[in-house]
């Protein structure tokens, strides 16, 4: 089955800057488009970034636009997500997830494999 993994939380400044991973197992990563979420306690999940399964598209939502990298290595099953600069507001459990077609997509019904959760805390 597919599995995904996160890592890279942890606690960072304000200020400062994030570079998550995700390793993907279980099936060809390089088909399918990936994606990242988060959820900030008593919050709702909210989408953060999106991108295709070549890369060639990409997606940053409003609230970390200017601030958001998202890229893959398919050679490496890895997707990853920057964030820079950090501000307390990006304080959330970050997700990975993966579609089963190959565009990017900001909607979390749209995916249909979900990782644990890798959890950060901006300091300010």
């Known amino acids: 089955q597919v599995q995904l993994v996160e890592s890279g939380g942890g606690l960072v400044q304000a200020g400062g800057s994030l570079r998550l991973s995700c390793v993907s197992s279980?099936?060809?990563?390089?088909?399918?488009?990936m994606g990242w979420f988060r959820q900030a306690p008593g919050k709702e999940r909210e989408f953060v970034a999106s991108?295709?399964?070549?890369?060639?598209?990409?997606v940053c939502a409003d609230s970390v636009q200017g601030r958001c990298t998202i890229s893959r290595d398919n050679a490496k099953s890895t997707l990853y997500l920057e964030l820079n600069p950090l501000t307390p507001e990006d304080t959330a459990v970050y997700y990975c997830?993966?579609?089963?077609?190959?565009?990017?997509?900001?909607?979390?019904?749209?995916?249909?494999?979900w990782g644990q959760g890798t959890s950060v805390t901006v300091s300010s």
């Open positions: 997830a993966g579609r089963n077609t190959g565009g990017p997509s900001v909607s979390a019904e749209n995916y249909y494999h």
């Open positions: 279980g099936r060809t990563f390089s088909n399918y488009g």
């Open positions: 991108i295709s399964w070549r890369g060639q598209n990409t």
